[in-house]
């Protein structure tokens, strides 16, 4: 990387500082460049909210110096989130990378290892993009950080009778709830009492979600997948490991976040399900209209939900091999990363992504399998 030029990364605890600190290490130094790597999460935060006047004091010496910032994000499109426009100068040049999360599926399950119990059960990546679903269960979904779009879907996910309250597993739904920062404490459920994790994986212990699998995953049929955000399409590995396990899929997330998969070349699950408010803005009004498609699958699929699996098959082999595709390709990386790289002389290790030094870099181009 060339000298003048700073990195901030998400997920680098020297970079989430608060906001006086931050300003001081610009003021101190003579940068040219930031780049602000915000790929790894739908937001950009700092330890503190800043003030307008630290926003003006900050761009204020942005502009003075003729500084350039670069900000990276990994959803699609620009991020809503009140704290954005105070941490982000409006001279800033974005660049979004919207299956980042992709490639990231694919470099953890192959370096995770490493961090994993060896007595742990493991699934390779090749195994996990051929192995065969028996499904004796409607649905799967697992749930993490118990944020508050999330406990409100699985608490209409319980007023549909899909979530029985006391049950962990009832034929219709298996599901993982950890919560371990108590998040969900700070919502109100009406008709679901929270219980903890009832699937066969040592998530709580590991928190890995690429290489120590629920068996539960390859008895589900169909993955109910609650994405990072309600307002921003942000597809992480919630959504991309559906696609390697071969799995249909709906996403509660931001508006079109199912239907705008299409850009990429992903097929649809509309052989089954409607996506009827997919691009409702209001997100009670989305979980109400996918709810109904819920409903419907249950009355029709909920004594053989292999004939689930079995509709969407085909479809289901299209979305895996279209990812393999993408990753041993390289393609949707965009070209303003490459030329960001090439213009500052930078690794991928200086954006905290020195795994991808093995795919991208010395590692042959067909890696994945």
Known sequence: MRSKVKVYNQWDSNSNTDYKTWYEELYNNDWEVI???????????????????????YEQLIYSRGIKVYVIHGTNGPVTHSRAELTIPGSATYIYWPLFWLYTTVAFSKTHITNIDKKLKIISLTEMTQKRVNADTLFISLVNKAHKHRCYAMDKLAQSGILTNGVKTNGIINYSWHDQWNMGSEYKFKYWKPNPSGLSDPYQQTLDSYQTIPDEQF???????????????????????????????????????????????????????????????????????????????????????????????????????????IFNERKFIPESIWELKDKYELTWTDLNLSFFDNYFETGPKNSLL
Not at 36 to 57: C, F, M, Q, V
């Open 219 to 325: 008895t589900s049929a169909f993955n109910i997948i609650m994405e990072s955000h309600f307002e921003n399409q942000f597809w992480t590995e919630k959504t991309f490991s559906a696609m390697f396990f071969q799995k249909p899929f709906l996403i509660f997330g931001g508006a079109h976040i199912n239907r705008d998969l299409k850009i990429f070349g992903f097929e649809l699950f509309d052989n089954v399900i409607s996506y009827g408010k997919e691009d409702d803005g209001n997100y009670e009004l989305r979980v109400e209209g996918y709810m109904n498609d819920l409903r419907h699958l249950v009355n029709e699929y909920s004594e053989n939900p292999q004939a689930l699996y079995e509709v969407c098959r085909e479809r289901t082999q299209h979305n895996k091999n279209l990812a393999i595709n």
């Open 35 to 57: 780049i602000i790597n915000g790929l790894w999460e739908w937001e950009l935060y700092h330890n503190d909210t800043p003030s307008r006047e630290w926003k003006i004091k």
